[in-house]
């Protein structure tokens, strides 16, 4: 059983930041890749960002520049910075791992909010 716990949205004025966190636990193996995905309603999940096990990251275009992912692997947590909000980062954001097997884990999700 793994578990994938977010943590970290909220509501936030235009420009401002928020950093959201997902802790793994559980039967995790190893872990190949961490990242966020976002949906915003009535449109489809998308990646924001992901980090590799080595350390490679992508980001989608709207957040270059803004967000920032980083991971803790001694804490098996990823960590998502993000800077210069603004009303369409507006979603709920999910975390999800891929371990090496491919077996595939998502969070249950945290709601950003923005608007002033």
């Known amino acids: 059983q793994v578990q994938l716990v977010e943590s970290g949205g909220g509501l936030v004025q235009p420009g401002g930041s928020l950093r959201l966190s997902c802790a793994a636990s559980?039967?995790?193996?190893?872990?190949?890749?961490m990242g966020w995905y976002r949906q915003a309603p009535g449109k489809q999940r998308e990646l924001v960002a992901a980090?590799?096990?080595?350390?490679?990251?992508t980001y989608t275009d709207s957040v270059k520049g803004r967000f920032t992912i980083s991971g803790d692997n001694a804490r098996n947590t990823v960590y998502l910075q993000m800077n210069s909000l603004n009303p369409d980062d507006t979603a709920v954001y999910y975390c999800k791992m891929t371990r090496r097997d491919l077996a595939t884990y998502w969070g249950r999700g945290t709601q950003v909010t923005v608007s002033s």
């Open positions: 980090i590799g096990r080595g350390g490679t990251t």
């Open positions: 559980g039967t995790i193996f190893s872990i190949n890749t």
